[in-house]
């Protein structure tokens, strides 16, 4: 019924920068947050930053100051502008979306499939 679907990851050097979009499709109602978390061979998935429907923007500790979490026009699009890439920013990288859906009163969260960053030293 959702699909969330990313794009613009690759491999750049450090100090570079890339910036990943995300869109979401299907039977939206509304959309409560959208987000980005990444997962690094042989650790858990973290957040790296969440956009509430407000505006209200979370960033993790390790990217704030580097990286800028923005929303389309659209509202069903979010995007993640990541500068001064270190080696430890490598990852594959997950849209997340927290939506809610027609005809349907519960909440509910979507992933992308994920799209590969890699910082090379």
């Known amino acids: 019924q959702v699909q969330l679907v990313e794009s613009g990851g690759g491999l750049v050097q450090a100090g570079g920068s890339l910036r990943l979009s995300c869109v979401a499709s299907?039977?939206?109602?509304?959309?409560?947050?959208m987000g980005w978390y990444r997962q690094a061979s042989g650790h858990q998935r973290e957040l790296v930053a969440l956009?509430?429907?407000?505006?209200?923007?979370t960033y993790a500790d390790s990217v704030k100051g580097r990286f800028t979490i923005s929303r389309g026009n659209a509202r069903n699009m979010v995007y993640l502008q990541m500068n001064s890439l270190k080696p430890e920013d490598t990852a594959v990288y997950f849209c997340?979306?927290?939506?809610?859906?027609?005809?349907?009163?519960?909440?509910?969260?979507?992933w992308g499939q994920g799209t590969q960053v890699t910082v090379s030293s």
């Open positions: 299907g039977n939206i109602f509304s959309i409560d947050a």
């Open positions: 956009i509430a429907s407000g505006g209200t923007r």
């Open positions: 997340n979306a927290v939506l809610h859906i027609y005809g349907d009163q519960d909440e509910h969260t979507y």
